[in-house]
């Protein structure tokens, strides 16, 4: 019997303990917002950094499309080029 009210003595002061905690940090991250926003400092969640990762993933394969798409129009104006040369060329 004893041992269960000190149990529940202990469990009663760590609910406080993480109330208190949870209000105190509350309140340091709201009063921070204020000087973050002033100094441009910038912190991220993980949602944010899910969201940043999928942006890079995102211009990474844009990079990849210009790249492609550029070295194709490159062999296709060589191959629109080269019959005319050919044609220049030739004497006639």
């Given at each position: 019997?004893?041992?269960?009210?000190?149990?529940r003595?202990?469990?009663?002061f760590?609910?406080?303990?993480?109330?208190?905690f949870?209000?105190?940090?509350?309140r340091?991250?709201?009063?921070?917002?204020p000087?973050?926003?002033?100094?441009?400092?910038?912190?991220?969640s993980?949602?944010d950094?899910l969201a940043?990762?999928?942006?890079?993933?995102?211009?990474?394969?844009?990079?990849?499309?210009?790249a492609?798409?550029?070295?194709a129009?490159?062999?296709?104006?060589?191959a629109?080029k080269?019959?005319?040369?050919?044609?220049?060329?030739?004497?006639?």
């Amino acid at each position: 019997m004893e041992a269960r009210c000190r149990f529940r003595a202990q469990t009663d002061f760590l609910g406080r303990q993480l109330e208190e905690f949870k209000v105190n940090s509350s309140r340091l991250t709201n009063g921070c917002r204020p000087m973050r926003l002033q100094s441009g400092l910038v912190m991220t969640s993980d949602k944010d950094d899910l969201a940043e990762k999928k942006l890079d993933d995102l211009q990474t394969a844009l990079s990849k499309a210009q790249a492609e798409r550029i070295a194709a129009q490159s062999r296709y104006e060589m191959a629109v080029k080269s019959p005319l040369e050919i044609v220049a060329r030739s004497p006639g």
